[in-house]
């Protein structure tokens, strides 16, 4: 994505949904030099890039990822969302990850799987809760440990885990 790009989808008020992909420990160890290794980092290049522009234009931004049907990188699902800290304030990525995906997903029209409210917590509304041990405004790497730090799921009004201890 170039600037005029960024601006056009700003203006337009378009969507931005995309993963951050990293040269990091996460990263598939190509060897140096390989095709796919170059590749790679272009890619790297790019995720940088896009996030950047997004942030200064002020792109409608939703969190996208692929690790859904794959058991072991779902659980590093947190560890991605904490990624995008490299550009956005704690708030920002809570909020693209809740309140955004929520508007994003509204667009499936009909074939929308959560037909009501979705991204806010009030009565009525589809919500999700996640209790965190901690501050994840202050923190936000909290979640990327969720069996330690998730001390309360719940999904559709039934608990999943609770190990909240009242003194």
């Known amino acids: 994505m170039d600037e005029e790009t960024a601006k056009m989808i700003a203006d337009k008020g378009a969507w931005l949904c995309l993963q951050p992909f990293l040269d990091d420990e996460d990263a598939i160890p190509f060897p140096e030099g390989t095709p796919q290794r170059t590749k790679q980092l272009a890619m790297v290049a790019g995720t940088e890039n896009a996030y950047r522009l997004a942030k200064k234009h002020n792109i409608k931004t939703a ?8 058991a072991e990188l779902a659980a590093k699902q947190g560890k991605q969302l904490a990624k995008l800290q490299r550009w956005y304030t704690p708030f920002e990525v809570l909020k693209m990850a809740t309140f955004n995906n929520a508007q ?28 965190v041990d901690g501050n994840p405004l202050q923190n936000l790497d909290l979640i990327i440990d969720p069996t330690k ?19």
């Open 63 to 70: 969190f996208g990822t692929d690790v859904l049907f794959d």
């Open 104 to 131: 994003l997903l509204k667009f499936c029209g009909p074939r929308d799987p959560y037909p009501g409210e979705l991204g806010v917590i009030k009565e009525g509304a589809l919500a999700d809760m996640i209790l």
């Open 149 to 167: 730090n998730f001390v309360l799921i719940m999904k559709d009004g039934k608990i999943y885990k609770n190990t909240i201890q009242f003194k």
